[in-house]
């Protein structure tokens, strides 16, 4: 399929439930004002409402690139590019590697300038680096703010079965009130029973399967990761078991990616340390 020379789509984006939703519209609006003006035809808009510019995978963006792929138009309009992208090294490869391998261009609407114009990549990496330098300062007050809520005993987010978390009293931020962990009584029994029969010698399969068998529901069902499975396995009970959380230790940042900030390991009263020797961090 052979585009029109003037089809273009139109990508916006807005990145959380916290920002106006009208946001994609405004960017709508101002693209196709640019392709009014250009002479351009409108062939297909795109919109991801409330989702990050920090990764691609995004329902709108990849029927956008699927239908680039079928040669359904021959430029992006974009109100500015961090819509497209606010990862450097995913901008880059979007804008001139897939997309120019299928002729398709970007056009940024805020400069006007289009990914094949002479002097386009310099601008444009330029751009991208500023857009990807902000993400990196949010990250990385966002790790502090997370850090400080560790220190102060607070939850850094998560889940452990076995325990809840309660909105602390008078937070001194009403608007970003922190969470305490709390033992949630139920759930906390069924905790118990599992460290008192593996205790006794029974099996981690057998375990798991007295509990499916009193129909419990596992700490994972209905989750994002276990949309299909469901119920009690051996290998949820043996990540109980070793889980440290149950014996009171409790670690900041062990898990927290591979992005270089350094890992966070308990001191011996259970607060969080600097460990140097670690260079992870996911943000």
Known sequence: MKANPAAVAIYARYSTDRQDARSIDDQIRRCRALAAARGYSVSAEYGDAAISGTHTDRASLQRLMADARRGAFRSVLVDDLSRLSRDLGDFWRLTFSEFASMGVRVIDVTT????????????????????????????????????????????????????????????????????????????????????????????????????????????????????????????????????????????WNRDAGRRGQGHRRPDRTGRPVYDKSSRRDRD
């Open 112 to 251: 006007g300038m289009a990914s094949d114009d002479r002097g386009a990549r310099m601008a444009f990496g330029a751009m991208a680096l500023i857009s990807d330098g902000f993400i990196q300062m949010i990250r990385t007050e966002t790790h502090r703010g997370l850090e400080g809520r560790a220190l102060a005993g607070f939850a850094t987010g998560g889940k452990t079965y076995g325990f809840t978390t309660v909105v602390e009293p008078n937070p001194p931020q009403p608007d970003h009130p922190r969470k305490a962990r709390v033992i949630a009584t139920e759930a906390a029994d069924i905790v118990t029973r599992i460290f008192e029969y593996c205790a006794g010698g029974m099996a981690l399969k057998k375990i798991a399967a007295l509990l499916n068998e009193e129909r419990i529901p596992a700490p994972h069902d209905g989750g994002k990761g276990n949309k299909r499975a469901q119920g009690w396995g051996h290998t949820t009970i043996l990540a109980m078991l070793r889980n440290e959380q149950y014996i009171g230790t409790w670690t």
